[in-house]
């Protein structure tokens, strides 16, 4: 179970434990070590573990702490705000489904401790509102603990989110957790300094939050051993497409795409890897030759790609890319927000065109145009948050990959 700090405790059947159940196993243990210890003494051992966030972007958990004002020294008045984020609809995630709905205690366990390290008043676990069973554990899960005492003086609750994908950049989902059309803020100020509602907000993904407690039941050098490389701890990372036995699977951050896809019971299909993201939907593809690459955000960016989720996706060699490329930017441009031009204007275009492509419909001036967009979009800061070079890093790393797919669909609709 200590190699295995996130699942160890699952139930084959994903049932959620009860409150008596999860203690048995050792559960709040943390809790209760850290109402011993400074907020500060918290941060530190979060820095120590070298834990960066899981959400997508990998920021540093503890140096993302350390900018939360302490209780009582930020101005105006109110409380600070710690928000758990659990809506997930990045292409290719489901791994914190996973944990809310087997796992909603070590998810409250790990909220506890970082409110107590962030100064955090109130938690707000914002769940994908199609998630619920997950609502419902987690719900039951902070009833059990308010009941038991456990909360001390946090107060904690569920949010149903309405479903964007948007939401995933944390100062859009503060504007949608104030009522507002979810888009993304201008920072500075950044929500560690003005967050929900005006307040100092922290807000962390389902996955960081729960290995939290792991971190001060293992002590931080035991944590970081977990891993291969100097980023700490395991990784809950999914395996899906033409793969055997898609699934999640738990390892040490810095484990290879061939061992993840070995786990999931190899290539299916033709059974020949063709290429593969490493990250989830918004990262550019990867060939057969990176398959021994380490898979953590160091690694990964290093080599052109973004680790983003974690959740490799696999196509084989029979699988259509410029189908598959169209599919996702599809959902990028409906998912976009529509608050800069790039992103409202480019993306439905680009989709446009990668569906002609997909029928076979392409023109030679599509393909240069599909060119020019990835290039000049996919760089970030492009536009004002990152959904579009998201969107663009697939697209631009899949001319080039398949470069012969897209001539091959260019020459149909050229005979046309």
Not at 242 to 253: D, I, Q, Y
Not at 320 to 337: K, T
Request: hydrophobic share 40%.
């Amino acid at each position: 179970m200590t190699d295995l700090p996130l699942t160890g405790r699952a139930r084959p059947d994903r049932r959620p434990h009860t409150l008596a159940e999860w203690r048995a196993l050792g559960g709040y243990e943390a809790v209760e070590r850290a109402r011993s210890m400074a907020p500060a003494e918290i941060i530190d051992m979060v820095e120590a573990a070298h834990l960066n966030g899981r959400g997508g972007a990998g920021f540093p958990a503890g140096r993302k702490w350390r900018f939360m004002p302490e209780r009582g020294t930020s101005p105006g008045e109110g409380p600070s705000y710690l928000i758990v984020n659990g809506d997930e609809m990045e292409p290719g995630a489901f791994k914190d489904r996973f944990l809310l709905e087997a796992l909603p205690h070590q998810v409250i366990e790990g909220a506890i401790i970082t409110a107590r390290g962030t100064h955090a008043d109130e938690a707000i676990v914002l769940i994908r509102d199609e998630y619920r069973p997950g609502i419902a554990a987690v719900e039951r899960a902070i009833h059990e603990a308010r009941d038991a005492g456990l909360l001390g003086d946090l107060t904690i609750r569920v949010h149903p989110s309405a479903g964007r994908y948007i939401v995933g950049e944390e100062t859009a989902l503060i504007t949608a957790l104030e009522g507002h059309r979810a888009v993304p803020r201008k920072r500075p100020p950044f929500p560690a300094q003005s967050g929900l509602w005006g307040r100092p907000t922290t807000v962390n993904n389902v996955e960081t939050i729960s290995l939290v407690p792991h971190i001060l039941s293992l002590g931080p050098q035991r944590f970081r051993a977990l891993s291969r490389t100097e980023e700490g701890g395991t990784k809950l990372y999914g395996v899906s497409g033409r793969v055997k036995r898609p699934g999640l699977f738990e390892a040490p951050m810095g484990t290879t795409a061939r061992e993840l896809i070995e786990r999931a019971g190899g290539v299916s299909g033709d059974g020949q890897l063709r290429a593969f993201q490493p990250g989830g939907g918004a990262s550019g593809f990867f060939g057969p030759d990176r398959l021994d690459l380490p898979l953590d955000f160091g690694h990964v960016a290093k080599a052109g790609s973004m680790f983003g989720t974690g959740m490799l996706i696999v196509l084989d060699g029979t699988a259509c890319p410029v189908g598959f490329l169209a599919r996702h930017m599809r959902f990028y441009a409906r998912e976009s927000c529509g608050w800069c031009t790039p992103c409202r204007e480019g993306l439905p275009l680009v989709a446009k065109i990668l569906d002609r492509f997909a029928a076979g419909q392409g023109r030679r001036a599509d393909l240069e145009l599909l060119q020019m967009t990835a290039a000049e979009a996919a760089p970030r800061g492009r536009s004002f948050c990152d959904l579009m070079g998201g969107a663009m890093a697939p697209l631009a790393s899949g001319l080039s990959m398949f470069a012969a797919e897209f001539e091959a669909r260019l020459a149909e609709g050229e005979r046309a």
